[in-house]
């Protein structure tokens, strides 16, 4: 069983960092991807572009946690993508809070970073209008500028870069935003935990907040959300409890 799990591991090195992809991960964000209402060749094909921008904008995340950390405290990071998302170790290295600090922000921030380029790129090749009609559409379904026939062609369902630019914007300006939240053991609960006097205070500010986002979640009919932040809620409320 165990040898078998190896083999599916995927492993490799990238600007001296080790990098892990278990199998687990791969199962998680296909179902996010929709793969459980992938019936058509094209809804799979849909499934699998999502999965691939998934993975490569979870890998700059860590990366910009991985190289920062390793440029301002030294020690050896590490990079591990499992059922629950990325995660960035860093082996023996040593910070003060100001750098850890910009080690946390930077994962989301090599996020927003990847999207500037990717908006960079939409304005060289739609003009400025059209770069940003198609950055608020994959952002939040609107065009804010009237609208070429050019970027109407792009924006049509069925048009495949669309797929890709789509779920580009949408993966690295929704999941980096979210994770800015103060709720541990997302990247802005470790923010908001440099500041706090007690871990007890941290986890008390995490569990209020991760509760109300799940409120918030459950009004907008967002099921899988919802089950996210009550469980994060859930976790911290028990934690707070325990330091006690
Ligand atoms: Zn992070």
């Avoid at 930077?106 to 060289?124: H, S, W």
Wanted: contains cysteine; proline residues 5%; aromatic residues 14%.
């Amino acid at each position: 069983m165990l040898r078998a799990h190896r083999e599916i591991m995927l492993r490799f090195s990238l600007f001296g960092i080790p990098v892990t992809i278990q199998p687990w991960f791969w199962v998680t964000i296909a179902l996010l991807g929709g793969a459980l209402h992938s019936a058509t060749p094209d809804a799979l094909l849909e499934t699998l572009i999502f999965m691939v921008v998934a993975a490569i904008s979870i890998l700059v995340h860590e990366f910009g946690h991985a190289l920062t950390g390793r440029r301002l405290g030294g020690g050896y990071p590490e990079v591990v993508l499992w059922a629950f998302g990325g995660l960035a170790y860093n082996h023996g290295g040593r910070f003060t809070r100001w750098q850890r600090f910009w080690m946390i922000l930077m994962g989301p921030g090599a996020g927003f970073l990847f999207l500037g380029l990717v908006a960079i790129a939409l304005i060289l090749v739609f003009g400025f209008q059209g770069g940003c009609n198609i950055l608020t559409v994959g952002a939040i379904g609107k065009v804010v500028f009237p609208v070429s026939e050019e970027v109407l062609a792009f924006l049509q369902p069925h048009h495949r870069p669309w797929w890709v630019v789509s779920s580009v914007i949408w993966i690295n300006l929704w999941w980096g935003l979210i994770n800015l939240l103060p709720v541990l053991p997302l990247d802005g609960g470790r923010i908001a935990e440099l500041w706090m006097r007690t871990p007890r205070q941290a986890y008390l500010l995490s569990a209020t907040c991760a509760g109300g986002v799940a409120l918030l979640f459950l009004g907008r009919g967002d099921l899988y959300a919802t089950l996210l932040f009550g469980f994060l809620a859930f976790q911290s409320f028990k934690h707070f409890q325990e330091l006690r």
